[in-house]
């Protein structure tokens, strides 16, 4: 991306900030495949690296969206745009594996409607680049995550 910094927008700033440290902002969701990545040896361990792909990925997502609210003039700090600070509350810590990655599913089709929603509000085509990159990640997320399911799925139904 151009480090070119664009025109100071707090608009802009407030919707890519809920969706970097929103409740269900990318942060959250980052913290939250973290969790279960560690906690991946109680469920299933072939699927530990899987998981790590999600952190990966979504740790990737909250790199673009920081460096977009860094560029329009924000700071990127770990709170939504009505200063509520980010914490492990919003984490599911669910520990049935099939609820978890129903859970995760849902999570991820609410993040790609979040990420949808704000290119629809933003004008500026520079930003639109880069909110379709996170939809790309947000896709492969989504697939990862029902490739586990159906494999989880597929294993009880034998």
Request: hydrophobic letters at 40%; one cysteine or more.
């Amino acid at each position: 991306m151009d480090k070119k910094i664009f025109v100071k927008n707090s608009y802009y700033e407030g919707l890519l900030q809920d969706l970097f440290c929103g409740n269900d902002g990318f942060f959250s969701i980052f913290m939250h495949f973290f969790y279960q990545y560690n906690q991946i040896f109680c469920f299933n361990q072939n699927f530990k690296e899987e998981f790590k792909l999600l952190c990966g990925k979504e740790l990737e997502a909250c790199e673009i969206i920081s460096a977009l609210i860094i560029q329009i003039g924000g700071d990127a700090k770990y709170y939504s745009s009505m200063r509520k600070f980010l914490s492990g509350s919003k984490i599911d810590y669910v520990k049935n594996f099939k609820m978890m990655l129903e859970n995760d599913i849902e999570l991820i089709e609410k993040s790609l409607l979040d990420v949808k929603s704000a290119l629809c509000k933003i004008e500026n085509m520079q930003i639109k680049t880069e909110l379709r990159k996170i939809l790309v990640l947000k896709n492969e997320e989504l697939e990862i995550i029902k490739k586990i399911y159906l494999n989880v799925i597929e294993n009880k139904n034998s």
